[in-house]
């Protein structure tokens, strides 16, 4: 697996709860890292993205709710999510723009997806 996510789970409207990614330690010189969620019967959309030297990104619909944050060290993006909404329910996902050990070329590699249920 070259991305495990967690965190996910089921959390009542204004709920939080914070999602971590770390990738493998065969993925290296890792630049940008993301999260992104798709919901029942839609298409999967960007949540928030963050360079390696910290600069982010988020979608309109989580701005000043959600936070993205990452450990280049340990290899780990976090996404803190605050005042849930039901609308927030989906599968997130996080992702890693790196080189992998043993290949040549930079890509997008991509954790297993994390479920994240917002009650009203």
């Known amino acids: 697996v070259q991305l495990q996510a967690s965190g996910g789970g089921l959390v009542q409207a204004g709920g939080s709860l914070r999602l971590s990614c770390v990738a493998s330690?065969?993925?290296?010189?890792?630049?940008?890292m993301a999260w992104y969620r798709q919901a029942p019967g839609k298409q999967r959309e960007l949540v928030a993205t963050i360079t390696s030297g910290g600069s982010t990104n988020y979608a309109d619909s989580v701005k000043g709710r959600f936070t993205i944050s990452r450990d280049n060290a340990k290899n780990m993006v976090y996404l803190q999510m605050n005042g849930l909404k039901p609308e927030d329910t989906a599968v997130y996902y996080c992702?890693?723009?790196?080189?992998?050990?043993?290949?040549?070329?930079?890509?997008?590699?991509w954790g297993q997806g994390t479920l994240v249920t917002v009650s009203s």
């Open positions: 330690e065969r993925i290296f010189s890792i630049n940008d």
């Open positions: 992702t890693a723009n790196g080189i992998q050990i043993g290949e040549f070329l930079r890509r997008v590699y």
